[in-house]
């Protein structure tokens, strides 16, 4: 079963940045596309972006473009979330998923990373 | 992008009984679909892609139909294992889920 590890929860400040991160394979970076999808407390999921790390390709939501930037790092197989100007709505569990193109179902999830937005 | 809508939001069923969820996108998809199962506390879960195929092993219960804009994903025989909120998800055009329906038992 492929593993994508995420970092841990974080509580960030309104008006702050945050950073998430997704450890995948080496087969992940080379073959797949990663995606970036948020769940906040009692809703639904929201896709905000992905990357075909192999292609250094990147696309975002609407909603995101802008505020949302998506990295890698090749040498740890990587691939990091960062997100701008963050309000209380983005409070959320964000997961990074694996998809077979920059359009694709997900097999494969993290565990969730829970960002708090608070003051 | 690709707007997804859902329909009920919420369904409450008996066990044994036939549940029909249905999913719409804003414009024609094709059948790039795929259904997913998120149990309170856990992630999503794909249980159905390309809109009528079967993720394996998932229950031979589950199936889904449909293709262009109109879905239906249908639980043949609803068992108590089933509680979770489902999703569609379309894949024509990068990614965008629906709002989610809720099914109780």
């Known amino acids: 079963q492929v593993l994508l590890v995420q970092s841990g929860a974080e509580v960030k400040r309104p008006g702050s940045s945050m950073m998430v991160s997704c450890e995948t394979s080496?087969?992940?970076?080379?073959?797949?596309?990663v995606h970036w999808v948020r769940q906040a407390r009692g809703q639904g999921l929201e896709w905000i972006g992905v990357v075909v790390p192999a292609l250094g390709k990147r696309n975002f939501a609407q909603k995101f473009q802008g505020r949302a930037t998506i990295t890698t790092d090749v040498s740890t197989n990587t691939v990091f979330l960062r997100l701008n100007n963050l309000r209380s709505d983005d409070t959320a569990v964000y997961y990074c998923a694996r998809s077979l193109g920059s359009s694709g179902y997900y097999t494969s999830w993290g565990q969730g990373a829970l960002v708090t937005v608070s003051s | 992008d690709i707007q997804m809508t859902q329909s009920p939001p919420t369904l409450s069923a008996s066990v044994g009984e036939r549940v029909t969820i249905t999913c719409r996108a804003s414009?024609?998809?094709?059948?790039?679909l795929a259904w997913y199962q998120q149990k309170p506390g856990k992630g999503p879960k794909v249980m159905i892609y390309?809109?009528?195929i079967l993720e394996d092993g998932v229950p031979s219960r589950f199936s889904g139909s449909g293709s262009g804009t109109q879905f239906t994903l249908t639980i043949s025989s609803l068992q108590p294992d089933d509680v979770a909120t489902y999703y569609c998800?379309?894949?024509?055009?990068?990614?965008?889920f629906g709002p989610g329906t809720k099914l109780e038992v």
């Open positions: 414009r024609n998809i094709n059948n790039w």
């Open positions: 390309q809109a009528s």
């Open positions: 080496g087969d992940t970076f080379t073959r797949f596309a």
């Open positions: 998800q379309q894949y024509s055009l990068y990614s965008s």
